[in-house]
């Protein structure tokens, strides 16, 4: 007797699905968390004196994705890395995996880095060479008589010959760096596959340095530090730009009252607004503030 064939609705598979997956904990406390780290982030990039930047966004490099990695008990290791030849093209592909503090993998990546790239395909070559009294320069020793000489600093009273270091040449980039490069990107994009939201809320592009061209990413100085306004004085005919101390009283209050910490508030504050202290906050921000704050208060508590 054949089976019998049982119509499901296409609306019941789905649902069987969806039960299948559920929301391992509280959103809003995630997203307490993912700020917390986020400003963490900001705090070690914006201490360094040299922003790495690509048409006007800046990227993060490998170290800045391990420490978002230390704060999710995340890391990564390369598991393989071979030498690899497409065409005229050669150099090494490397295979990273990121684990979880168990040591479960939950990210794998591979990268490459050939020498069909600008610049890692060659790079200038440099030498000492003697500086010669008719004005040549000379990479073999020309003889005392043709050599120009100079005082020695190390040792007064006598002469040395002056020397200089100029370009000899182009030599091939060695494949020890092109390994090391493609271990690298492989190990920051690993990481980058798991942890992309760290450095986006944090307001920077999720994509690792290491896969920029370099030729075209700029070193930029970081800008100066923002200065606090100046305290304006006040008297009953003028208002203060910033909020009094009793209105940020009143705003931690606030927070207290929807399941925030101070410290909460100060991340949120930061993250979101870019104000880097309550007493940074005008007026003309205050009430609207307080408003966001209290309406999304719910959202925000966390539960045990």
């Known amino acids: 007797m054949p089976a019998e064939i049982v119509d499901v609705e296409p609306t019941a598979l ?22 917390k780290a986020a400003a963490a982030l900001m705090q070690m990039i914006d201490a360094d004196p040299h922003k790495l930047m690509f048409n006007g966004e800046q990227y993060i490099e490998n170290q800045h994705w391990q420490l978002a990695g230390h704060f999710y008990q995340v890391t990564a290791k390369i598991v393989e890395d071979r030498f ?38 060659a790079r200038p070559k440099y030498d000492w060479v003697y500086v010669c009294t008719d ?12 050599i120009v000489w100079e005082d020695n600093p190390k040792k007064p009273g006598s002469k040395r010959p002056k020397k200089e270091r100029i370009q000899t ?6 494949l ?22 760290v450095p986006v809320l944090a307001g920077y592009q999720p994509t690792p340095a290491e896969e920029l061209p370099v030729e075209r990413v700029e070193r ?4 100066p530090p923002r200065r606090k306004p100046a305290a304006t004085p006040t008297g009953p005919d003028r208002l203060t730009p910033t909020i009094t101390p009793q209105q940020r009283a009143r705003l931690f209050a606030i927070a207290g009252e929807v399941g925030w910490t101070r410290e909460e508030l100060k991340v949120w504050l930061a993250t979101s607004k870019h104000i880097e202290s309550t007493a940074d906050i005008t007026r003309a921000q205050y009430d609207a503030l307080c408003q966001e704050i209290h309406a999304g208060g719910h959202r925000t508590t966390t539960t045990d």
């Open 84 to 121: 690899v030849t497409y065409g005229e093209a050669s150099g090494w592909e490397a295979t990273a995996v990121a684990t979880d503090r168990t040591g479960r993998e939950i990210g794998r990546a591979i990268s490459m880095c050939l020498n069909d790239e600008e610049n890692w395909r």
């Open 176 to 197: 020890f760096q092109l390994r090391s490069m493609a271990q690298t990107r492989a190990h920051s994009k690993a990481l980058s596959q798991v942890l992309k939201f």
């Open 14 to 35: 789905a649902v069987r699905e969806l039960e299948t997956v559920g929301i391992a904990r509280d959103p809003a406390a995630m997203l307490i968390d993912v700020r």
């Open 169 to 174: 040449g182009i030599e091939p980039v060695p």
């Open 220 to 223: 930029e100085p970081a800008p």
């Open 135 to 146: 004005g040549r320069r000379s990479l073999e020793d020309p003889g005392k008589d043709a």
